[in-house]
């Protein structure tokens, strides 16, 4: 099996979109990793379907595979990055508005997947209140997924109330386990944060994988690191996941290197393709 690579385009954060894929195509990548966010595509935007169309045509135009992302800092509040959430006492509403308008853009783009995460918890409301939040929360999220045919990739996050793949595994039970809740792994944050080898949690996460995002990083350090910057050995994990079966997207998510996007772009398909 040949592992299918993407980047994501918060990694692009001074190109336009459509240069931007054009550059990932040309590099000879496999799709993209999409946020939506306000540079590149405004779920809020008045003219979104129009919008949505265009880039349904241009990844089709270049042979991409999509996954939507919904980690943009300051999308639903300027002053703070993240917020709201689904943990919010006010505010989750937005926020699953927010997720609501992604299924739609992921369903009309026939994406791979839609990714979205807990957020982290604000203030000093119980644990039990935050699982609660969280689930009703996810609850309505999985069932317009049902309606539109979008698989979810719900992603455990260093720093967030869902941190690793055991808070993953509980939030899926809450919701009845169903087939359509899979999870977003970082292999990057398995090594952060995961008592376990990063290969074993590949293993883990297997059967219920819907997305993959891959960059290295170092021990307790939540940074995306370009691949050997940091401690990972990527060809055990590029071995687990050929293992799993997984067919999707392993998209690189590199943040910070917007100021040397290509180039970065570039580096990270040579080494990925070496070590797979």
Same mark, same amino acid.
């Given at each position: 099996m040949t592992l299918r690579f993407g980047y994501g385009t918060n990694g692009f954060p001074d190109h336009r979109l459509d240069d931007a894929l054009a550059v990932l195509a040309d590099l000879g990548?496999?799709?993209?990793?999409?946020?939506?966010?306000?540079?590149?595509?405004?779920?809020f935007a008045p003219d979104l379907p129009r919008a949505v169309d265009r880039v349904a045509?241009?990844?089709?135009?270049? #042979?991409?595979? %999509?996954?939507?992302?919904?980690?943009?800092?300051?999308?639903?509040?300027?002053? !703070?990055?993240?917020?709201?959430t689904l943990l919010s006492a006010d505010g989750a509403d937005r926020r699953v508005d927010l997720l609501l308008r992604a299924v739609r853009i992921a369903a009309d783009l026939g994406a791979q997947a839609m990714?979205?995460?807990? #957020?982290?918890? %604000?203030?000093?409301?119980?644990?039990d209140v935050?699982?609660?939040?969280?689930? !009703?929360?996810?609850e309505r999220v999985l069932r317009l997924a049902d309606e539109r045919d979008v698989t979810l990739a719900f992603e455990p996050e260093p720093g967030m109330f869902v941190d690793t793949i055991d808070g993953y595994e509980r939030l899926a039970a809450r919701?009845?386990?169903?087939?359509?809740?899979?999870?977003?792994?970082d292999i990057g944050h398995c090594r952060c944060l995961e008592p376990e080898p990063v290969p074993d949690c590949v293993r883990r996460a297997g059967p219920r994988l819907t997305g993959v995002q891959i960059e290295d990083m170092r021990r307790g350090v939540h940074e995306h690191l370009e691949f050997g910057a940091g401690e990972i050995d990527f060809p055990?994990?590029?071995?687990?996941?050929?293992?799993?079966?997984?067919?999707?997207?392993?998209?690189?998510?590199?943040?910070?290197?917007?100021?040397?996007?290509p180039g970065a772009a570039r580096r990270s398909l040579e080494f990925l393709k070496e070590v797979s």
């Open positions: 990548y496999d799709g993209v990793a999409l946020t939506l966010d306000v540079r590149h595509l405004d779920p045509a241009r990844l089709d135009a270049l #042979g991409l595979s %999509v996954v939507i992302e919904t980690g943009a800092r300051y999308l639903l509040d300027p002053w !703070r990055k993240h917020q709201p990714s979205f995460w807990s #957020g982290a918890a %604000v203030g000093s409301d119980p644990p935050l699982w609660d939040r969280l689930t !009703r929360g996810c919701l009845g386990a169903p087939a359509r809740f899979g999870i977003m792994l055990p994990v590029m071995k687990a996941l050929e293992e799993t079966g997984y067919t999707g997207l392993v998209s690189v998510e590199l943040p910070r290197h917007g100021h040397d996007a």
